[in-house]
């Protein structure tokens, strides 16, 4: 079997003032190729909304109050996301959406094209990391933690909480799940 052509992956992590994207902000969007770590995309954006838990605030620690300030438009941030998005994905590819809790990251990310641009340029199929290593190593889902994982594959390091960092660490996760080396990366 040829190797994985991971081109078309991009790992997304995000940042947010709460779990809900009806009723909180997405603060934060960081994405890389999984193939090359280095071709990033970074933005932090105003918030949609003020409501805040407290939990997920401390996570990150984001101000509300300086994104209000120096955070980009949220219809603004998603045209450069799908463009930087479609610029990197190979042509006749369709962009693969990879996070650890995909179904998080995904939710906000869709809810955000859908609100601004009226179409998500990755589909509605994310690849959630966690659901993959369950396939992969027979493990239950509650046993599955993202830190064993870390330790495993990623010699222990832990994720920052700045979406773009993250979302490297989770391409490395990917690529140690997969057997994969980055191309191209420096």
């Known amino acids: 079997m040829p190797p994985l052509d991971l081109r078309a992956y991009v790992s997304v992590d995000i940042e947010t003032s709460g779990p809900s994207p009806s009723l909180h902000a997405l603060l934060a969007i960081g994405a890389c190729s999984v193939a090359d770590p280095s071709r990033t995309f970074y933005v932090e954006l105003k918030p949609a909304s003020l409501r805040i838990e407290a939990e997920a605030m401390a996570v990150h620690g984001l101000s509300l109050e300086d994104l209000s300030r120096s955070g980009l438009d949220v219809a603004e941030a998603m045209r450069r996301f799908e463009a930087w998005t479609l610029a990197l994905v190979p042509a006749g590819a369709a962009p693969v959406f990879v996070s650890y809790n995909a179904p998080f990251d995904w939710m906000f990310i869709n809810d955000a094209f859908h609100g ?52 490297r660490d989770q391409a490395a996760l990917l690529r140690a799940l997969l057997g994969a080396e980055p191309s191209g990366a420096p």
């Open 116 to 167: 601004t641009l009226g179409h998500n340029p990755f589909g509605h199929a994310p690849l959630d990391i966690r659901a993959l290593y369950m396939g992969q190593s027979g493990e239950g889902w509650e046993t599955i933690r993202l830190n064993d994982l870390l330790d495993r594959h990623l010699q222990g390091r832990r994720l920052s909480h700045n979406a773009l960092e993250d979302a």
